[in-house]
């Protein structure tokens, strides 16, 4: 499992002033799309800006899938598109 947050023109710019950006979710996929635990398809582009905030709906699902309290801390990021470029 991995954790995954994207990019999208709203939550960039509000990176930009400091607001909040895209939720972290959880992913099973092992390439640079897929679907997370909730059940939406991420993008080729994702990183940075994220919240911190893990949604709730994938949250939950790990949590039947019997995941251990604190799992996520120790999980790697999807990496993004610019990140792969370099």
């Given at each position: 499992?991995?954790?995954?947050?994207?990019?999208?023109?709203?939550?960039?710019?509000?990176?930009?002033?400091?607001?909040?950006?895209?939720?972290?979710?959880?992913?099973?996929?092992?390439t640079l799309e897929g679907t997370?635990?909730?059940?939406r398809k991420f993008p080729a582009?994702?990183?940075?800006?994220?919240?911190?905030?893990?949604?709730?709906?994938?949250?939950?699902?790990?949590?039947?899938?019997?995941?251990?309290?604190?799992?996520?801390?120790?999980?790697?990021?999807?990496?993004?598109?610019?990140?792969?470029?370099?």
């Amino acid at each position: 499992m991995k954790k995954v947050a994207w990019c999208n023109v709203w939550n960039e710019a509000a990176a930009l002033h400091g607001d909040a950006g895209s939720l972290v979710h959880f992913t099973e996929s092992e390439t640079l799309e897929g679907t997370t635990l909730c059940g939406r398809k991420f993008p080729a582009h994702k990183g940075t800006p994220w919240t911190g905030r893990i949604c709730k709906k994938c949250s939950a699902t790990a949590r039947r899938k019997e995941m251990p309290v604190g799992f996520s801390r120790t999980l790697e990021w999807v990496p993004s598109i610019d990140e792969i470029e370099k």
